[in-house]
């Protein structure tokens, strides 16, 4: 009989989002306090500013790239960047391929 493969992603303990409904509705009212838009706080950084909407609906799971490094800057996951929203430098936004190759 042959056992049932699964696939090692699903069986991942990812940080859940969903789980942390608490410190996400901390993170919105940081940006309500201090009067900053979730759109201009994610463009200021080179972010996708839906991108950040879905993290803090609990859409995505942060597990790596652009999400994962969204998440520690909200403070949402542990990291090297887990500062107050005021205090938080702007990430460079990376260049394009066609930039690259210019230079």
């Known amino acids: 009989m042959r056992s049932k493969r699964v696939s090692p992603v699903k069986n991942a303990k990812a940080f859940d989002l969903r789980s942390n409904l608490e410190s996400i509705k901390a993170v919105r009212g940081d940006f309500f306090a201090q009067g900053l838009t979730i759109k201009k706080w994610a463009e200021d950084r ?7 909407y879905m993290i803090l609906q609990g859409n995505v799971r942060c597990t790596r790239g652009a999400s994962h490094k969204i998440a520690v800057d909200l403070g949402l996951k542990a990291g090297h960047s887990a500062q107050p929203l005021a205090k938080r430098k702007p990430a460079q936004p990376t260049k394009m391929v066609s930039e690259r190759r210019a230079a």
């Open 46 to 52: 080179g972010y996708n500013p839906r991108l950040v």
